[in-house]
C-alpha cells in the first residue's frame, strides 16, 4: 500500500527503464509518453458516484479515511485538489535513456512532503529549492515552480521546466480522468526500424509453420506462393501504418451527466499521410445505414456494420475470393456422398455466390449489415446483409436448399410463405444432429429450438436470414425499425449487449442464483457497447458502459473493500 501510495503521489512517475545516469542529450528528448489524472476531486466526485449507484455512499469517505491514516491525519495537505496532475516519459535520441518528469498541483510544497513523509520517506534539501527523496536505490528530485510541483529522477531534469505543463496534456485532462497518449512520431526513427524488423521477422515465422510441406502437390505449392505474397504485403502495409502512425490514446471517463463509463482508444495518423488519406476517406465514403434497426432496445445482443471498402481491402478481397473458390472446388470432390452431376452443380453455386459477393464489394464499396438476437429463450436471430442484387441471390439459394436437401434431412424450401415492404419470404426447417457426444447440439436445441425454423427474406439488394420460432416476425420488426430510423451516420461498427437479459437467460438455463442475483443487481440500465467511428486524421475504438454496469462495478468494489477489511 505505501509504495502504490508513494506513485499515486509522484504522479505515475516512472514509465520503462529507469535512467540511471545524467543525459547530455536530454534536451533532443521529445515526450514519448503523455498521463493525465482529472485532480483528486474529480476522483472523489466519480467515487461518490459510484458509491451512490451502489449502494456504498460511504466510499469516497472511505478513501479520505485511509489518506488520513496514511498521513498521520493531514491528508493531501499542501495540493490543489481542483487541479490535473500529469507526467510525461522522454526517450533520447540515441534510444538508451528514459528521462521522466511528472508534475502535480500544489499550494506548499512543503506541507505536502511532511504530510507523506511517513509513506515516501524524509525529503532531503539537494540545493538549489529541490529535495530529494530515496526509496531503496533510486533517487526522486521534487522541486516547486509556481503552482506545481515538478518531479524527475535527474536533478539535471529539473533546470528548465515548462512554465505550463498543461500544454503537454493536450486537454486530456477535461476529456478523460485518466489518460495516456503515445507520441509515435517521438520515438526515435532507429527504434522504430527495430521494430518494423521484429514485426517482419515475425510473420516470417509464422509462415514457415503455416506452410504445407507436400512439395509434389502443386495445388499446395501455388497455396504457399500465395499465403506468402498476401502475408507479406500485409506485414508491410502494417510496418508502413506504424511509421505513419501521430499519436495513440487511451482513455478512461466516469460520464456522470450521462450516466455512463467509457475507455477511449484513439488511433491518429500524421495529416497528408496515406493512413490519415485511409481514415478520411473511410469517414466521407461513409453512407447512410440500411439496417439501423437492428438496434433495437430490447434485444439481447446487436451488431451494426456500416463500413466502406478501401482499394486495398478490394485487393485483399479479389485474393480471397480467388482461394476461397479453388478450396471449394477440392473440398467438394471429397464428398462422397454426390455423384459426379451433384459434384458439379454444387461447384456451380458455388462459383454463383462468391461472384455475388465479389459484385457487391465492387459494387457497394462497402459492407453493410446488421444483426439482432431477440426473445427471453428460445431465441430469434435475425442477420442483414446488402449485396449487389438480392434476386439473383434468391435464386441461387432456392437450387442450393434443393441440392441440399436432396441428401440430407431438411425440408423442402416453402416459397412465398408472407410478404411485406418488397421482400419475398420462404421458410424450411432444419433438424438439430442428435450426437450425444455434439455439446454444441443441446445449446443449439435450447437456444433455437429443435428443429431450428429458418425464414429467408429478399428484397432488391438485401436479404435477411430468421433463425428461430419467430423469424419472420423478427425480420419484419428489424424491417420496418430500419424505415423508420432516420438514415444519419452511425459509427462504422456498433456492438451492443443487454446484460440483464442475458444473466436472466443464464439463471434460468442453468439454475444459476448468482446470475439472478446480478441480473436484479444491473437495473433497465444495462447496456455495454463498443463502437467504432471516425475521427480527424484517424478512428476512435470505444467501450461504453450505461448506469446500471457501473452500479454493478460499485458493488463490487464494495465487496472488495469490505472482504480487505474484514481480512485485516
Same mark, same amino acid.
Given at each position: 500500500?505505501?509504495?502504490?501510495?508513494?506513485?499515486?503521489? &509522484?504522479?505515475?512517475?516512472?514509465?520503462?527503464?529507469?535512467?540511471?545516469?545524467?543525459?547530455?542529450?536530454?534536451?533532443?528528448?521529445? !515526450?514519448?509518453?503523455?498521463?493525465?489524472?482529472?485532480?483528486?476531486?474529480?476522483?472523489?466526485?466519480?467515487?461518490?458516484?459510484?458509491?451512490?449507484?451502489?449502494?456504498? !455512499?460511504?466510499?469516497?469517505?472511505?478513501?479520505? #479515511?485511509?489518506?488520513?491514516?496514511?498521513?498521520?491525519? #493531514?491528508? *493531501?495537505?499542501?495540493?490543489?485538489?481542483?487541479?490535473?496532475?500529469?507526467?510525461?516519459?522522454?526517450?533520447?535520441?540515441?534510444?538508451?535513456?528514459?528521462?521522466?518528469?511528472?508534475?502535480? !498541483?500544489?499550494?506548499?510544497?512543503?506541507?505536502?512532503?511532511?504530510?507523506?513523509?511517513?509513506?515516501?520517506?524524509?525529503?532531503?534539501?539537494?540545493?538549489?529549492?529541490?529535495?530529494?527523496?530515496?526509496?531503496?536505490?533510486?533517487?526522486?528530485?521534487?522541486?516547486?515552480?509556481?503552482?506545481?510541483?515538478?518531479?524527475?529522477?535527474?536533478?539535471?531534469?529539473?533546470?528548465?521546466?515548462?512554465?505550463?505543463?498543461?500544454?503537454?496534456?493536450?486537454?486530456?485532462?477535461?476529456?478523460?480522468?485518466?489518460?495516456?497518449?503515445?507520441?509515435?512520431?517521438?520515438?526515435?526513427?532507429?527504434?522504430?526500424?527495430?521494430?518494423?524488423?521484429?514485426?517482419?521477422?515475425?510473420?516470417?515465422?509464422?509462415?514457415?509453420?503455416?506452410?504445407?510441406?507436400?512439395?509434389?502437390?502443386?495445388?499446395?505449392?501455388?497455396?504457399?506462393?500465395?499465403?506468402?505474397?498476401?502475408?507479406?504485403?500485409?506485414?508491410? #502495409?502494417?510496418?508502413?501504418?506504424?511509421?505513419?502512425?501521430?499519436?495513440?490514446?487511451?482513455?478512461?471517463?466516469?460520464?456522470?451527466?450521462?450516466?455512463?463509463?467509457?475507455?477511449?482508444?484513439?488511433?491518429?495518423?500524421?495529416?497528408?499521410?496515406?493512413?490519415?488519406? #485511409?481514415?478520411?476517406?473511410?469517414?466521407?465514403?461513409?453512407?447512410?445505414?440500411?439496417?439501423?434497426?437492428?438496434?433495437?432496445?430490447?434485444? &439481447?445482443?446487436?451488431?451494426?456494420?456500416?463500413?466502406?471498402?478501401?482499394?486495398?481491402?478490394?485487393?485483399?478481397?479479389?485474393?480471397?475470393?480467388?482461394?476461397?473458390?479453388?478450396?471449394?472446388?477440392?473440398?467438394?470432390?471429397?464428398?462422397?456422398?454426390?455423384?459426379?452431376?451433384?459434384?458439379?452443380?454444387?461447384?456451380?453455386?458455388?462459383?454463383?455466390?462468391?461472384?455475388?459477393?465479389?459484385?457487391?464489394?465492387?459494387?457497394?464499396?462497402?459492407?453493410?449489415?446488421?444483426?439482432?438476437? *431477440?426473445?427471453?429463450? !428460445?431465441?430469434?436471430?435475425?442477420?442483414?446483409?446488402?449485396?449487389?442484387?438480392?434476386?439473383?441471390?434468391?435464386?441461387?439459394?432456392?437450387? &442450393?436448399?434443393?441440392?441440399?436437401?436432396?441428401?440430407?434431412?431438411?425440408?423442402?424450401?416453402?416459397?412465398?410463405?408472407?410478404?411485406?415492404?418488397?421482400?419475398?419470404?420462404?421458410?424450411?426447417?432444419?433438424?438439430?444432429?442428435?450426437?450425444?457426444?455434439?455439446?454444441?447440439?443441446?445449446?443449439?436445441?435450447?437456444?433455437?429450438?429443435?428443429?431450428?425454423?429458418?425464414? *429467408?427474406?429478399?428484397?432488391?439488394?438485401?436479404?435477411?436470414?430468421?433463425?428461430?420460432?419467430?423469424?419472420?416476425?423478427?425480420?419484419?420488426?428489424?424491417?420496418?425499425?430500419?424505415?423508420?430510423?432516420?438514415?444519419?451516420?452511425?459509427?462504422?461498427?456498433?456492438?451492443?449487449?443487454?446484460?440483464?437479459?442475458?444473466?436472466?437467460?443464464?439463471?434460468?438455463?442453468?439454475?444459476?442464483?448468482?446470475?439472478?442475483?446480478?441480473?436484479?443487481?444491473?437495473?433497465?440500465?444495462?447496456?455495454?457497447?463498443?463502437?467504432?467511428?471516425?475521427?480527424? %486524421?484517424?478512428?476512435?475504438?470505444?467501450?461504453?458502459?450505461?448506469?446500471?454496469?457501473?452500479?454493478?462495478?460499485?458493488?463490487?468494489?464494495?465487496?472488495?473493500?469490505?472482504?480487505?477489511? %474484514?481480512?485485516?
Amino acid at each position: 500500500m505505501k509504495n502504490l501510495f508513494f506513485f499515486l503521489a &509522484l504522479g505515475l512517475l516512472v514509465f520503462g527503464p529507469p535512467a540511471a545516469k545524467a543525459q547530455d542529450d536530454a534536451a533532443e528528448a521529445q !515526450p514519448v509518453v503523455v498521463v493525465s489524472f482529472s485532480g483528486y476531486a474529480e476522483l472523489k466526485r466519480d467515487i461518490e458516484y459510484i458509491g451512490g449507484l451502489s449502494g456504498n !455512499p460511504d466510499m469516497a469517505a472511505g478513501l479520505e #479515511q485511509l489518506l488520513i491514516l496514511l498521513t498521520q491525519g #493531514q491528508g *493531501l495537505a499542501g495540493v490543489d485538489q481542483a487541479r490535473p496532475w500529469g507526467a510525461a516519459v522522454s526517450i533520447t535520441a540515441d534510444g538508451s535513456q528514459f528521462p521522466a518528469l511528472a508534475f502535480l !498541483p500544489v499550494t506548499d510544497l512543503s506541507k505536502l512532503l511532511d504530510a507523506l513523509a511517513g509513506v515516501i520517506g524524509e525529503a532531503v534539501d539537494a540545493g538549489d529549492d529541490i529535495y530529494e527523496i530515496k526509496r531503496n536505490t533510486n533517487s526522486y528530485f521534487i522541486t516547486q515552480k509556481g503552482k506545481w510541483a515538478y518531479v524527475a529522477q535527474q536533478k539535471s531534469s529539473l533546470d528548465d521546466l515548462p512554465g505550463d505543463p498543461l500544454k503537454q496534456l493536450r486537454g486530456l485532462d477535461k476529456e478523460y480522468d485518466l489518460a495516456l497518449s503515445l507520441n509515435v512520431q517521438n520515438i526515435p526513427q532507429a527504434l522504430r526500424d527495430m521494430g518494423a524488423d521484429t514485426i517482419m521477422q515475425a510473420f516470417e515465422a509464422r509462415l514457415m509453420q503455416g506452410m504445407d510441406d507436400d512439395d509434389d502437390d502443386d495445388d499446395a505449392e501455388e497455396q504457399n506462393e500465395l499465403r506468402t505474397e498476401l502475408a507479406r504485403d500485409k506485414a508491410e #502495409q502494417f510496418v508502413k501504418s506504424i511509421n505513419e502512425l501521430d499519436q495513440l490514446t487511451v482513455g478512461l471517463n466516469i460520464d456522470r451527466a450521462k450516466s455512463r463509463t467509457f475507455i477511449d482508444l484513439e488511433l491518429t495518423a500524421l495529416p497528408g499521410s496515406e493512413l490519415a488519406k #485511409q481514415f478520411a476517406a473511410s469517414s466521407e465514403e461513409a453512407q447512410g445505414t440500411r439496417f439501423s434497426g437492428v438496434l433495437l432496445p430490447e434485444a &439481447l445482443l446487436s451488431l451494426h456494420l456500416n463500413s466502406p471498402i478501401s482499394a486495398d481491402d478490394e485487393e485483399e478481397a479479389e485474393a480471397l475470393f480467388e482461394r476461397l473458390s479453388t478450396q471449394l472446388a477440392a473440398e467438394i470432390d471429397k464428398e462422397e456422398d454426390l455423384d459426379d452431376a451433384q459434384k458439379q452443380a454444387a461447384k456451380e453455386l458455388a462459383a454463383k455466390l462468391i461472384a455475388i459477393v465479389e459484385d457487391t464489394v465492387e459494387e457497394q464499396g462497402r459492407l453493410n449489415a446488421g444483426l439482432t438476437v *431477440l426473445g427471453e429463450g !428460445p431465441l430469434t436471430m435475425v442477420l442483414g446483409c446488402l449485396v449487389a442484387d438480392a434476386t439473383e441471390l434468391e435464386v441461387v439459394v432456392k437450387q &442450393l436448399v434443393e441440392l441440399v436437401a436432396e441428401d440430407a434431412d431438411l425440408s423442402k424450401l416453402k416459397l412465398n410463405v408472407a410478404k411485406h415492404q418488397g421482400f419475398r419470404f420462404h421458410t424450411l426447417t432444419v433438424p438439430v444432429p442428435d450426437d450425444e457426444d455434439n455439446d454444441n447440439a443441446e445449446s443449439l436445441r435450447a437456444a433455437f429450438g429443435d428443429p431450428i425454423k429458418v425464414a *429467408l427474406a429478399f428484397g432488391k439488394d438485401i436479404f435477411y436470414v430468421g433463425v428461430g420460432e419467430d423469424g419472420i416476425d423478427g425480420i419484419k420488426q428489424v424491417i420496418d425499425a430500419s424505415a423508420e430510423t432516420p438514415a444519419e451516420k452511425l459509427p462504422e461498427m456498433t456492438l451492443a449487449l443487454a446484460l440483464k437479459p442475458i444473466l436472466k437467460l443464464a439463471a434460468s438455463k442453468g439454475d444459476d442464483a448468482r446470475a439472478a442475483q446480478l441480473a436484479e443487481s444491473v437495473g433497465d440500465k444495462d447496456r455495454l457497447r463498443i463502437t467504432v467511428e471516425p475521427v480527424d %486524421n484517424g478512428v476512435r475504438y470505444r467501450i461504453e458502459a450505461e448506469e446500471g454496469v457501473n452500479k454493478l462495478l460499485g458493488q463490487r468494489l464494495g465487496d472488495a473493500a469490505r472482504m480487505g477489511g %474484514n481480512s485485516r
